[in-house]
């Protein structure tokens, strides 16, 4: 009998959608119909650059469109996040960040659990990353 791991499908994404990894991870990662959303950052894909300079709101926005680019790459939507973690090098910023947030989860019905941590630094001096899970079905 074939066990239930060897049964899933397990897939990295990767697209030119979304900012390449700065490290040795995949951007994406499917097991079943689960998605793994690595931390993302506030990168431009086309340039490699961080985005925003400090503004939150930019910053924000960048995030949630690179977010956007790896749950549409392997087939799944805003609609599936059933979870996220948000790091914040500012608390003070979360009602702004927020502000974002609503404009891709509009539904105060159907938000994803979310846990926000407030951290000393992140990678090229942001003040924000996500990562998250999708399911689908």
């Not at 690595?38 to 894909?45: E, H, I, Y």
């Not at 910053?59 to 790896?70: D, I, T, Y």
């Not at 019905?109 to 407030?118: D, H, L």
């Not at 000393?120 to 399911?135: F, R």
Request: hydrophobic share 40%.
């Amino acid at each position: 009998m074939e066990s239930i791991s060897a049964a899933l499908v397990r897939r990295a994404i990767h697209s030119d959608r979304f900012p390449k990894p700065v490290a040795s991870y995949s951007q994406g990662f499917e097991c079943g119909n689960m998605l793994f959303i690595t931390g993302q950052l506030p990168v431009d894909p086309s340039t490699g650059l961080k985005v925003g300079d400090g503004n939150i709101t930019l910053e924000s926005q960048q995030v949630m469109r690179n977010m956007q680019a790896v749950l549409e790459q392997a087939g799944y939507g805003f609609s599936d996040v059933v979870s996220a973690t948000v790091y914040l090098t500012d608390i003070n910023t979360l009602d702004t960040f927020d502000t974002v947030w609503q404009e891709y989860f509009p539904d105060s019905n159907a938000y994803p659990s979310r846990a926000v941590v407030e951290v000393s630094a992140l990678v090229l001096g942001i003040q924000l990353e996500i990562s998250a899970i999708a399911i689908k079905g």
